[in-house]
């Protein structure tokens, strides 16, 4: 699903134009994104987990 499916569906169900329901969906994908970046994990109950997880680097290969 793309963020533009998610708009359609929220807009289709709730009744609420799609920009402003498109303002919504980039506030809450920002936050996402900004309280990452800060080393926050995210915990939305009946939904999922979002947490940084560090890996030790490696070699790319480009065959």
């Known amino acids: 699903m793309t ?3 998610l708009v359609k569906i929220i ?3 709730t009744g609420i ?3 402003d329901v498109a303002v919504v969906v ?4 920002q936050s ?4 990452m970046t800060k080393g926050n ?3 939305i109950r009946g939904f999922g987990t979002f ?3 560090t890996r030790k680097p ?3 290969r480009n065959p």
Do not use: P
């Open 26 to 29: 980039d506030a809450f994908l």
């Open 32 to 35: 996402v994104k900004d309280s």
């Open 58 to 60: 490696r070699m790319g």
């Open 41 to 43: 994990h995210i915990e």
């Open 11 to 13: 807009s289709e169900n």
């Open 3 to 5: 963020k533009a499916d």
């Open 51 to 53: 947490k940084l997880k």
């Open 17 to 19: 134009l799609r920009k």
